[in-house]
């Protein structure tokens, strides 16, 4: 969900990618219901093991996994409490979409605010839109 939240609503300041110490074999039919209720597809997007990215290119990683990363990581993490909504019902799988996309939104505007700072300290521009979130 938040990959395509990011991916929907700040492609122009960050790139984002979604993956987990254990992900699903499939995404799960209600969460690919209440997301097209957002008028959101996730057709092309599956679960992928951190294993199959490479956290080297990440300036951020989002963790919603509730499992401490290692310290040894040398990029800013941000832990999300979101409980995991396999097994609920529909209800609670629409609660942890709004929670997400609350959350990736006030990030995105986070972003865009250090985009325009930068720009307006720098003739770089895009230089954020580099940042990965995880």
Known sequence: MAEAFARRYGSDVLEAESA???P???IQPLTRQVMEAKNIKLDGHYPKDLGSVDIRTFHLIVNMSGTKLPAF???EVRDWEIEDPVGRNEEFFIQV???IEDRVMRLILEF???ARQFQAASPLRGLLRNWRLS
């Open 24 to 26: 699903a074999p499939i």
């Open 97 to 99: 979409r709004d929670q």
């Open 112 to 114: 865009r605010r250090q």
């Open 73 to 75: 990581l040398q990029i």
């Open 20 to 22: 987990g110490f254990a």
